[in-house]
């Protein structure tokens, strides 16, 4: 008998409200799966070192206080371990060059945070489909 394989996603995103959102969005959209939420870039470097497996997709917000989603993506690329994971960054507002700069920096691909529910759900399945499934 055979296990399933259960992909582990991140999301790294100071709103406390667009967590519960993405999180129960997953939830419905792309299952199972596991998650681990954080509040901004350093928490999450932090404990990518002590997970017992790399994730299978990171949603990384560009805005956030502290260590924001760029600082954290340039960290992230900096290390071979971490080169190879898929990294969605988010934004609600980001400019041309802030996209093309995530891109040079090695993001896999940038999404628009949506507040249209069906566009979320349609939006956030087919990211998680299209890098997990390539991961």
């Known amino acids: 008998m055979s296990t399933q394989y259960i992909p582990f996603i991140c999301l790294v995103d100071d709103s406390d409200d667009y967590q ?3 999180s129960q969005v997953l939830k419905h959209t792309y ?12 928490h999450f470097l932090r404990a990518l070192v002590r997970f017992e497996r790399l994730p299978d997709l990171i949603f990384l917000d560009l ?18 371990r971490y080169h190879v994971m898929p990294i969605v960054i988010m934004s609600a ?14 993001a896999n691909s940038f999404w628009p945070k949506q507040s249209d529910a ?7 399945g087919e990211l998680c489909r299209s890098w997990i499934a390539h991961s």
């Not at 805005?63 to 071979?80: E, V």
């Not at 069906?118 to 956030?124: G, I, Q, S, T």
């Open 20 to 22: 519960l959102v993405l």
């Open 31 to 42: 299952a199972p799966h596991s998650m681990a939420v954080f509040a901004d870039g350093s």
């Open 118 to 124: 069906n566009r979320l759900k349609a939006e956030l």
């Open 63 to 80: 805005h956030m206080p502290g260590l924001d989603g760029y600082q954290t993506l340039l960290k992230l690329r900096s290390h071979n």
């Open 93 to 106: 507002q980001a400019s041309a060059t802030d996209i093309e700069s995530c891109y040079q920096a090695g």
